[in-house]
């Protein structure tokens, strides 16, 4: 069966969302990375927030946490990968894995980072999202792991555990990498090809690669809907958190500026509240 509401993404806004749909009866699942990966984590000290200041971000996360968990919100740890309606359902790929849900509230944060060169051509090609789902495909071949995410280095080991050759290309040193696995320091990026890609290109140097594995903590939201409206970068939103596609809400930074607690907060709490009067509106059609 599926859920009546899944929330992407585990900061403020998705939460507040979350246990607000839980207050109203619905069933909730909540996808994305460990919440101690939010932005507002890893404040050292939060003053604009009402009648809560000098908090560390870290206490309000794991607060909001605690209150998600006690409202029987469940969890499930993973990136989001696409979103695809029909019939009054949403399908969420997560990895290999999938999710149904009545309704979806965006939570996303701001994703940032432009699309390399050479990714939209070769996606399906040679550029994956996903160790899990692509990397049987390329046992015994040459592949790149790009690793913007915390949970890159795991995937890049899963990689080499099947067989695959990995070379591992990050900002910084990776942690939990194993030795086996060669690490270069990423610069200016371009995914290369024929047909099919056939290198990784850094800098001035070609890594071979059959396949370009680009691991971000998170997809931008019109990788996720193709036709969701956006403003200036922004998901476009009514009064009531809606987009443009029926049972798709957002909340939080995803939305626009400010980038703020308060906002995240209210709008997950608006969304979360207008999701459920739309799983009730299906219920009753």
Known sequence: MPYDIAVVGGGPAGLSAAINARARGKSVVVVGNDYRESPLYRA???????????????????????????????????????????EGTCYLSIGSEMEMAKAVVLA?????????????????QGVSYCATCDGMLYRGKPVVVVGMAPDAPEEANFLQGIGCQV????AHAPKNLI?????????????????????????DTELPAQC??????????????PDLALEDGYITVDRQMRT???????AGDCTGLPLQLSKAVGEGLVAGQAAAEYVDQLSNS
Not at 51 to 65: D, I, K, N, S
Not at 108 to 124: D, M, S
């Open 44 to 86: 050292e000290r939060v003053d604009n927030y009402l009648g809560m200041p000098g908090q560390t971000g870290a206490e309000l996360m794991e607060a909001y946490r605690r209150h998600a968990e006690a409202m029987e919100v469940d969890f499930c740890a993973g990136r989001v990968l696409n979103i695809m309606q029909m």
């Open 108 to 124: 996303t944060g701001v994703v940032r980072g432009k699309k390399l060169p050479g990714e939209a051509r070769y996606l399906g």
């Open 167 to 170: 070379t591992y290309v990050s």
């Open 179 to 203: 030795p086996a696995i060669p690490h270069m320091k990423s610069g200016k990026l371009e995914i290369v090809g024929e047909e099919t890609v056939t290198a990784l290109r850094v800098n």
């Open 212 to 225: 370009v594995f680009l691991l971000r903590s998170a997809m931008p939201p019109t990788d996720l809907l």
């Open 244 to 250: 443009n596609l029926p049972g798709i809400y957002a």
